[in-house]
């Protein structure tokens, strides 16, 4: 198990980091925020991102994608944490592609799988309902009446539930044991309410109200809570990988602004009460890289039995990509709050990463749970 | 790559028959550990055997050259040793600032005839060096030391004081920064120079610390001969070797917030502390502490494995990364240490007497306080990083 990237995993960072660089810069994200695009997304830039390989970086060959692993969606998701750019690669290429490799049957495979490596579907997963990522407290259930099942509850926080072809539904089935469920979400039963979210991400609010689930609905072909906690396992991992470009890349902008901004007479950059907290940052930030690509690497080797390492990366990411983008807007000064310059972006962004899916506080207390004290 | 399953596979056997029993289990203290020199003495015969064995490959210092006595082992290779090292358990056969700091520097700036003098004899822990740089007024500031060596024809005549000599008292030979030209600039007019701690005029005083150790010394130097013969690289270009080398000592320092087998700080606290009804420590606040501690060790320790992995891949690394590894794994052992007294609550502060072995814990709290400071003090890493990595202006 390497920390470190080969020859086919540098030149993928290279031509993202390319790709996205040249076709999304964090104007893209500008733009879609204050047009209020209705997708909060660009199609058009998915449908490139597939033909580059990205939408199906998690699907299997045998579904028309590249069967890459958490290193190379982790690469991906690095470069996006750098401009911002909103897709659905992380709510469709890697969370339903895992639940869906993971726990879905031959038909719900093979409807899906390909139409997300093309990028023609976006897949959601609806997990979370509560402020705080409680992944244990699940409240959502189906029951069974004359009906068939009946779904009930509501999500929040969905990524790209709103623009979803279809959404994966974390609930309790009726004996109480978490599943999986594929729902359709122009069904009677379902309703999504777009939340306009701090980062201009795209996230919504879901309510199952007496939903009759279809009979192939349950995701069946592997245990759904064992896919359930492998996506979000990945999940994790993907936000700490972005969460690490998002602090490169305002590290970078600050250390070339303490280079630049003149005070006093002198570059900012001079002073040593500066230096050293940059110096400090680069420290957090290089030791945070080697935790994040063990996470990546450890999910690879085994999809459900990374959880300590992932927890370190989420946590160690969570705490980095903060500390970076509050000493970046502190030390850009007055230009660092204000809309015009990109840096409140990065903070904005971080923030939401740091909260989905446990945030550090989550991830340093299930190390200790994990390590039995 | 088969070569290299080969080499595991050879290696784990050799190591199983050949480290003695008692070597593969845990160091409780420093006293255990194996330092070598004219005037050692072995702690165990099992001590001596395990030196001598792995001192006969070479593999005390293992990616040295056949022909002065190291393994001549390739990167990749020696990091198989470590490992299977490591999965044994079995102890590090010498510990040396001739393997950890002089060697490579010798190996780099030495002449054939000073690598065949003094290379063999670190391998098998037959001489004992220690590094003398720091002065009385020359600490953070190492450039304007001092101590002078004066030219006296075939030899130089060295007079002046260092501080901070790690073990002068037990060391045979020590290298020493000493300045040859007073009329240079701080830089340029240091030289790097060896010499035997025998010869006359050399004194060595020990200094207690707060921790009631005295690993450190003051050493005089009172008109020492010196051959000229003992220079090692070219007159006046001494610092080149001394930053050469501080970057070892940099490498060496950081390990030593890589700890192998310890148990977890949460292990610890939990026997010590105990645990709630759900399971978890019982000191809300303190196991709070304690997680976020973990997690950054474990991010520490990934970042070292993965800088291996780097130089190995022949990756370029920034020299200057070692600063960073320095600072951060001497400021997580201050933490680790300030964690551990919380963990040991008032038996911990007992300074004498066995409930503490005999304060055990207390003086090493006290001694990790050092960490920060010896070997280029936490600001001056932050300063090397500001300056070499992050090319800051002014730095």
Redesign the interface.
């Known amino acids: 198990m390497?920390?470190?990237l080969n020859e086919q995993q540098t030149m993928l960072r290279d031509s993202a980091h390319a790709f996205i660089s040249e076709n999304a810069p964090v104007s893209h994200l500008r733009q879609l925020r204050d047009s209020r695009d209705e997708t909060g997304y660009s199609k058009a830039l998915w449908k490139r991102c597939a033909d580059m390989g990205f939408c199906g970086v998690m699907v299997p060959e045998e579904h028309g994608g590249m069967e890459l692993g958490n290193v190379e969606a982790g690469i991906i998701m690095e470069a996006i944490g750098h401009t911002l750019v909103p897709t659905p690669m992380l709510s469709s290429s890697v969370l339903a592609t895992i639940a869906l490799r993971e726990a879905g049957t031959a038909a719900q495979q093979s409807r899906w799988l390909p139409r997300i490596a093309s990028g023609e579907a976006v897949v959601a997963l609806a997990v979370d309902e509560s402020a705080r990522h409680r992944p244990d407290h699940l409240d959502t259930r189906c029951r069974s009446d004359s009906r068939g099942l009946v779904l009930e509850g509501d999500k929040l926080a969905v990524m790209d539930g709103h623009v979803a072809d279809a959404i994966i539904v974390a609930a309790r089935n009726p004996d109480g044991d978490p599943a999986l469920y594929l729902v359709d979400p122009k069904e009677r039963g379902v309703r999504i309410e777009r939340t306009i979210m701090v980062d201009a991400h795209n996230a919504a609010r879901i309510r199952f109200d007496g939903l009759i689930l279809k009979p192939d609905a349950i995701l069946s072909g592997g245990n759904g809570a064992r896919a359930l906690g492998c996506a979000l396992d990945a999940g994790r991992a993907m936000l700490a990988a972005e969460m690490l470009g998002i602090a490169d890349e305002v590290f970078a902008r600050t250390?070339a602004y303490?280079?630049e901004r003149k005070q006093f007479g002198?570059?900012i950059?001079?002073f040593?009460a500066l230096?050293?907290r940059?110096?400090?940052l680069?420290?957090e930030i290089?030791?945070?890289?080697?935790?994040v690509?063990?996470a990546l690497a450890k999910l690879d080797e085994n999809p459900a039995g990374g959880a300590e390492d992932v927890?370190?990366a989420k946590?160690?990411a969570g705490a980095t990509a903060t500390l970076a983008v509050q000493e970046a807007v502190q030390m850009h000064g007055g230009i660092g709050m204000t809309d015009e310059l990109d840096i409140g972006l990065f903070m904005k962004r971080a923030r939401v990463c740091q909260e989905l899916f446990g945030d550090?506080?989550f991830?340093?207390?299930h190390?200790?749970?994990l390590?039995?004290? | 790559m088969n070569s290299l399953a080969d080499f595991r596979r050879e290696t784990r056997a050799w190591l199983e028959a050949n480290c003695p029993p008692e070597m593969r289990e845990p160091i409780a203290d420093d006293s255990e550990r194996c330092w070598g020199g004219r005037h050692w003495t072995f702690k165990s015969e099992a001590q001596r055997l395990w030196l001598e064995r792995m001192a006969e490959r070479g593999w005390t210092a293992p990616t040295w050259p056949r022909e002065y006595g190291g393994g001549g082992l390739s990167a990749a290779e020696a990091g198989v040793l470590a490992t299977e090292m490591r999965g044994l358990g079995c102890r590090s056969p010498l510990d040396s600032f001739g393997i950890w700091m002089l060697g490579p520097a010798l190996l780099k700036y030495g002449t054939e005839e000073q690598k065949l003098e003094h290379l063999p004899k670190i391998v098998r822990g037959e001489i004992r060096w220690c590094q003398g740089y720091s002065e009385p007024n020359a600490g953070s500031d190492l450039a304007s030391l001092a101590t002078r060596a004066e030219d006296a024809g075939d030899h130089f005549v060295v007079t002046g004081q260092k501080i901070w000599t790690s073990y002068a008292n037990f060391a045979d030979w020590i290298f020493c920064l000493v300045r040859t030209d007073a009329g240079a600039k701080k830089h340029t007019g240091i030289s790097f120079v060896l010499f035997d701690m025998e010869s006359p005029g050399v004194s060595t005083r020990p200094i207690t610390l707060i921790s009631g150790k005295s690993p450190f010394c003051e050493t005089f130097f009172d008109g020492v001969e010196v051959p000229k013969r003992n220079l090692v690289g070219e007159l006046n270009r001494g610092w080149d070797v001394a930053k050469y080398l501080l970057t070892h000592e940099r490498n060496m320092i950081s390990s030593i917030g890589d700890r192998g087998a310890a148990p977890?700080l949460?292990?610890l606290?939990?026997e010590r502390v105990g645990?709630d009804a759900e399971?978890?420590?019982d000191d809300s606040v303190l196991?709070?502490r304690?997680?976020?501690f973990?997690?950054?060790e474990?991010?520490?320790r990934?970042?070292i494995?993965?800088f291996g992995?780097?130089a190995r891949?022949g990756?370029p690394v920034n020299p200057a990364?070692s600063s960073?590894l320095k600072?951060?794994g001497s400021e997580l052992n201050k933490r680790r240490n300030e964690l551990l007294m919380s963990i040991g609550g008032a038996v911990a502060l007992e300074w004498e007497g066995d409930a503490s072995d005999d304060g055990a814990r207390a003086r090493d709290w006290l001694r990790s306080k050092a960490n920060s400071i010896e070997g280029g003090t936490s600001?001056v890493?932050?300063?090397i990083?500001?300056k070499r990595?992050?090319?800051?202006?002014?730095?």
């Open positions: 390497a920390l470190i250390v303490l280079s002198q570059l950059g001079e040593q230096q050293h940059a110096s400090h680069y420290c290089e030791f945070t890289r080697a935790a690509a063990q927890s370190i946590a160690r550090d506080n991830h340093i207390d190390v200790g749970v390590r039995g004290y | 977890t949460g292990v606290a939990s645990l399971g978890r420590l196991r709070a304690i997680g976020q973990e997690v950054d474990a991010a520490f990934l970042a494995r993965r992995e780097q891949a990756i990364y960073a600072y951060y600001e890493q932050l300063n990083i500001s990595i992050l090319g800051l202006p002014g730095a």
